[in-house]
């Protein structure tokens, strides 16, 4: 087996074991690694209806037969869990040294499992791994931590790590490495913190595995040349992902108030050209030419490195329009180990929730001081208001009651990426049928819908939102960051040549296609096993605020979601998905994707459909 190290570190933190579990080739090729990896071992090892702080849950973290060769942006680490936040299948992908010093050590996943004793500080080295005592390093931010441990351990060992958040089990705590990069949105940070598991270092020094290394090489060499040539290149270096707050704003797409409106009054003041005239540097993942990570300094001249999703939640949604403030949040975000994203989302449901005073905390829109201390409540678990608002905002607006459900912004528990979709019908069904929740990561169909028509709600939309879904999905297993193709027009043809030259698999993009939907049919199954006859397409729905409050401002001023077409849209899915009407894959489509087992043990839990 070329491509694949063929090794699974397996580390029980109870009994401070690590063992090492070998997989074949049929293994390999069935999941091809990162999420198919940890999609597949959540599913084998995992009890249905277990609370995702048990110790049985299980953290993996894992890569693929891409990751950190020397390839376009191929510094990517999957984490996953069950997720605390929303009760189904959780994954993210972060940038960090730790996935290629992970494979350099040998291993495509390290999947901790129990809890240990005290906080702990996990170190891998080759085929040598320590349990440290990381009771220092609790309570410390992921900053000093990661900055310690490289001092300690020297500056290439790769750190993910957790911050406060994650130790107090917030439940969209993520995991943090390299000051700023994160992921595991669906609480994969919390998961950690529960396993007292603060931090994972890893150094490794052997050869990738390859089919042809010197044509890996080569391509590699290659594709970082193709993608410098590419014309929306420069522009990129200089704004990044941060050019779609004046895109959205121009497209009425704009997270505004707790997603109430597509525009933002002050959106010139946390744009791409206000961005960059604060820049100081671009950081990014390893292995990527792209750096995307925007340099700016914040209000205490403290550096962070900002993007677009960042700063729409924590800057229009929340009715912030000043850049190094927007800036400011994110930092203690990223220090605290918080999901930019969803804690967003909760200030912005604070403050519409102060406003119409359902709770007692006054939180006026864009109160700068107000959403710092609010960070810092949630994450410390501070007072009830902090305790509320740490459990995300399904939980809260159910404790609320009143009509707060409505604007609580989430899909299955997930709070929502920065699309505000009361004009987009095939963003809101991506957002209804992503993987883990309302990620945009998942099938970001939005610029294409805003060129192909907003209006429909017709089968060609849903073709392409399955489509991206797919190749997103590959994405993930494969794993290497998707960017270079979404953004600067790097060719997909390019990653089966990649992938012949490290596997020696000759396989189109579309060959991958059954090991998508095998991954994602999986990932399904997993959601149903857990919610067993409380399943139903309602699962799919979007935050009512979308059909039920029109736009009162910009162009498209009156603009809302139509429920019932949305609804026959999302029967237009499933039917092309291959599941029946409650969103449940069907026996005959699982089989068909070498998942019969799979339908077994779901026909357990609910009637499945022949
Ligand atoms: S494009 Fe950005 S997110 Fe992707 S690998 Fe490069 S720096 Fe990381």
């Known amino acids: 087996m070329h491509g694949w190290t063929g090794e699974i570190l397996r580390i029980n933190l109870t009994r401070k074991k690590a063992i090492v579990h070998e997989f074949d080739a049929n293994f390999a090729q069935t999941w091809l690694g990162g999420r198919g990896f940890a999609v597949k071992l959540l599913w084998d090892e995992l009890k249905p209806g277990m609370d995702a702080f048990s110790p049985e849950n299980r ?169 410098l040539a590419k014309p929306s290149y420069r522009f990129w270096k200089r704004q990044g992902t941060v050019s779609t707050v004046e895109w959205g704003q121009e497209n009425s797409c704009l997270p505004t108030h707790n997603f109430r409106e597509g525009v933002f009054d002050h959106a010139d003041a946390i744009g791409g050209f206000a961005m960059e005239k604060l820049k100081v540097s671009n950081r990014g993942c390893p292995q990527c030419n792209m750096t995307c990570g925007n340099v700016i300094t914040d209000t205490d001249n403290e550096s962070v490195e900002v993007d677009y999703e960042n700063i729409a939640l924590l800057g229009s949604n929340i009715g912030l329009g000043d850049l190094k403030k927007v800036a400011h949040l994110n930092r203690m975000c990223d220090d605290y180990g918080l999901d930019t994203i969803s804690m967003g989302n909760m200030i912005g449901f604070a403050m519409e929730a102060s406003e119409r005073k359902l709770i007692e905390d006054r939180i006026d829109w864009g109160d700068f001081e107000k959403a710092r201390e609010l960070i810092e409540r949630v994450a410390e678990n501070k007072d009830e208001t902090g305790r509320l608002l740490s459990q995300g905002v399904k939980y809260a607006s159910e404790k609320l009651g009143k009509d707060s459900g409505n604007w609580a912004m989430h899909v299955k528990g997930l709070e929502i990426s920065g699309y505000d979709c009361h004009a987009t019908p095939g963003m809101a069904l991506a957002f209804g049928t992503s993987l883990s929740g309302a990620h945009h990561k998942d099938a970001w169909v939005i610029s294409w819908e805003v060129k192909y028509g907003r209006e429909s709600y017709d089968q060609t939309k849903v073709d392409k939102i399955i489509e991206l879904q797919r190749l997103r999905t590959i994405f993930e297993a494969l794993t290497t960051c998707r960017l270079p193709w979404v953004e600067v027009g790097f060719e997909l043809e390019w990653y089966p040549r990649f992938l012949k030259a490290a596997t020696g698999l000759t396989m189109t993009m579309e060959d991958l296609y059954p090991t998508a939907d095998r991954i994602y049919n999986i990932a399904r199954a997993f959601w149903v096993r857990e919610f067993g006859k409380q399943w139903s397409s309602s699962m799919d729905m979007v935050p009512n605020r979308w059909f039920i409050d029109p736009l009162t401002k910009g162009p498209l001023k009156g603009a809302k979601l139509d429920k019932s077409r949305y609804e026959a849209m999302v029967q237009m899915y499933y039917k092309k998905r291959g599941w029946d009407s409650r969103g449940i894959p069907t026996k005959s489509t699982l089989s068909k994707l070498g998942l019969s087992d799979v339908a077994q043990e779901l026909g357990q839990q609910v009637q499945l459909t022949a």
């Open 59 to 227: 953290l993996i973290l894992a890569a693929g037969p891409l990751t950190g060769a020397s390839l376009p942006s191929s510094g990517k680490l999957v984490v996953a869990a069950k997720s605390p936040l929303t009760g189904g299948y959780g994954d993210g992908n972060v940038g960090t040294w730790a996935c290629v010093n992970m494979r350099r050590a040998g291993y495509d996943a390290i999947v901790f499992e129990g809890r240990a004793e005290i906080p702990t500080v996990v170190k891998v080295e080759d085929d040598m791994t320590e349990f440290l005592n990381g009771e220092d390093y609790w309570g410390r931010g992921v900053f000093e931590t990661e900055r310690d441990l490289k001092k300690k351990y020297g500056n290439v060992t790769g750190v993910v790590s957790i911050g406060k958040a994650g130790e107090n089990k917030v439940k969209f705590a993520n995991v943090i490495s390299q000051e700023g990069r994160g992921g595991g949105r669906p609480g994969i940070g919390a998961v950690m913190g529960s396993k007292n598991l603060k931090a994972v270092a890893i150094k490794g020094t052997k050869e990738l595995p390859a089919a042809d290394m010197p044509e890996l090489k080569k391509l590699g060499f290659e594709g970082y040349k193709e993608v």
